[in-house]
């Protein structure tokens, strides 16, 4: 028991220890003593960094995020967007970021109201990423500045001159072949320091290795993220008088030509913009042929579906053909791709689909193939009509198509960690009575098809209220994402051997003991982590399925032969005991199997971690989730190493209070704050 307390000591000591090491103070501070009714006044968060740490530019470059902040009180007040200083290059070992040390001043103006009288107070959250050569860490602080309207406010100093945004600006011209960007130096100016770019159109790396000679600036291009013609071509660089300038460079005509067509695809495969109504409609507008990627981070099938963007001769295909990529990322619910989506008829992702000025879109399939890629984008470029093989059959047909969808959903990865689970199941069963194996099976195929059914009418219940809902859509809602994670993680433990969870929910995972109702449920689970997977075929007919044409009846049907398709390969192995014989005999390689599968489990956690990250735009609560799941996994190592049965009795009832008051009081702490 001083073991168990003194480990608990240790926990709590090291939480208090990292909540605390927080190394860069982060308050407001007023710029401006005399504070008018009407006018701008400048107030600045000041960063203050200890030795060997840093924050970030407008541009962090490799790696690492920008201060931001959201206000929660203005006073009347607008503030404007932050202005900021020049930055420095920091290397660590061949990752160049654009930072700030020491002690750091972003700007920010602030508009008086006409007629302001008393006092204004601003208040908001700051968030920032602080770094050293050992790590990043998110933080945030809520800040609070009390102004007075009139003279006598305390103004912090600070240097104008290092604030290109507050200086006068220079201009030039450039050149590219779509390698480099030949920049020409401004005359009579003596800019000799770096030239750090707005944008990513030059990587950090090429910034680092930037050349000055004859008057010029040369720049590689390669590997950059975003488009010479994407934006405007802002520089900042440091003056002769050791502030701050800007350079904005105007890009040539000739220079707008894309990179020879014998210039391969670079590594990331083509250039991609984010999808709005307005770039689709510009680039349309330009006799442009545009491809629009419908994604989200939680859907699997999307994530598999990018492969066929690098390979070579679709990057090519697409770049040589000048094609606009757009990526319109569902991650979290958009209304405007929400009805974007129902143009096409869907509800629900993945979409891919070509479209040119006064031509029918070219709608891929849902998993997509290289080949179809290139297919499609030859008959749009000839102006001839693609429809996909899938996209075009009867009633029937459509059936059998959701039903070997769902078979096929065993495959997914999202389902994969469960297979190994139900083999464990069956292998167990390979001595009982054949009764039991067919009730059993008979009753995992419940679970399935029940909780298809469940999903269909809770769809329909959403569509017939005016929401845009699809397959997979509880995987938008953190909530849900993070409590999908705990259980992997639970489910992962316990397999691994750190501890055991009993016949409830063992049952569940693996189908212990001989109760019914944990059978249904461990079906209920299979189709709860199948949901963000579509396999081959299944996503058409689900955007069949879900039209808003379909009756209620065709719904329900459509879900009940997809749980029918998916739940047929362990029906069968329960109905037909031949099949059921072909599995080993139980022994010790059950064991081995069962830690072995516990590793799927864990990288699906991880999978659910970065779609949280996604969903939730507060770094600071994805940090507390982390670490969170870090004391779950305590919680569960405690109840196991004090809990088990050679235990005394005080032992076994002091691991039970200790694991479920960190369990619980974290998943308390976790759903209370979600954003």
Known sequence: MRLLALGLFSLFALLGELSAAVRTKVD??????????????????????????HIYWKNPGDAGASPTIEWTEKSGT????????????????????????????????VTVPAGKTGTMTLKGKAEWLECDDKGCWPHDTLVALTLSVGQGNPAYKYDRKLYPALRASLATTATSDGKTLTIALPADRKLTDTWFPERNFVTPNATSQ??????????????????????PLNFTTRAEDGGFIDINVKLESAATKAAPETTAPHAGGPDWQPWSPEAQAKALADGKIVYVDFTARWCATCQVNKRVYKQDDVAKALTQSGVVLLKADWTKKDAVIADELRKYGRTGIPLNVFLKAGQSPAI????????????ALKDVAAGKAYQAETTSHPFAIWLLLAFG???LLNLMPCVFPMIGLKVLGFAKEAGAARRTVILNGLLYSAGVIVSFLALALLIVGLKSGGSSVGWGFQMQSPGFVLGTCVLMIVLGLSLAGVFEIGVGLGGVSA????????????????????????????????????DKERSTGETLLFFTVIGLGMALPYLLLSVFPRLAALLPRPGEWMESLKQGMSFPLFAYALYLLWVLNALVEDAAWVR???????????????????GALHRTDK????AKLAAAALFGGTLAYLYATLP
């Open 624 to 642: 507390d989730a982390s670490l969170g799941l870090a004391i779950i996994a305590t919680a569960c190592w405690i109840l196991g190493r004090w």
């Open 511 to 546: 189908g212990e003991g001989d109760g019914r109702v944990a059978t249904f449920l461990s079906g209920v689970l299979a189709t709860v982590v199948a949901t963000p997977c579509t396999a081959p075929g299944l996503g058409a007919a689900l955007g069949f399925a879900l």
């Open 78 to 109: 607008d503030v404007g967007p932050m202005i900021w200083p020049g930055p420095k290059l920091l290397d660590q070992a061949g990752v160049m970021n654009f930072v700030y040390e020491d002690e750091t001043l972003i700007l920010l103006e």
């Open 364 to 375: 891929l399939s849902e998993a997509l193939t290289g080949t179809e890629v290139l297919a």
């Open 651 to 654: 032992e076994r009832l002091a």
């Open 28 to 53: 407001l501070v007023n710029l401006t003593p005399d504070i008018r009714a009407g006018e701008k006044a400048l107030v600045a968060l000041r960063y203050r960094c200890d030795p060997h740490f």
């Open 405 to 407: 969808g769902g078979v």
């Open 210 to 231: 930037q050349k000055k000679a004859g008057g010029k600036l040369t720049l590689e291009l390669r590997d950059a993220t975003e488009t010479l013609t994407s934006g």
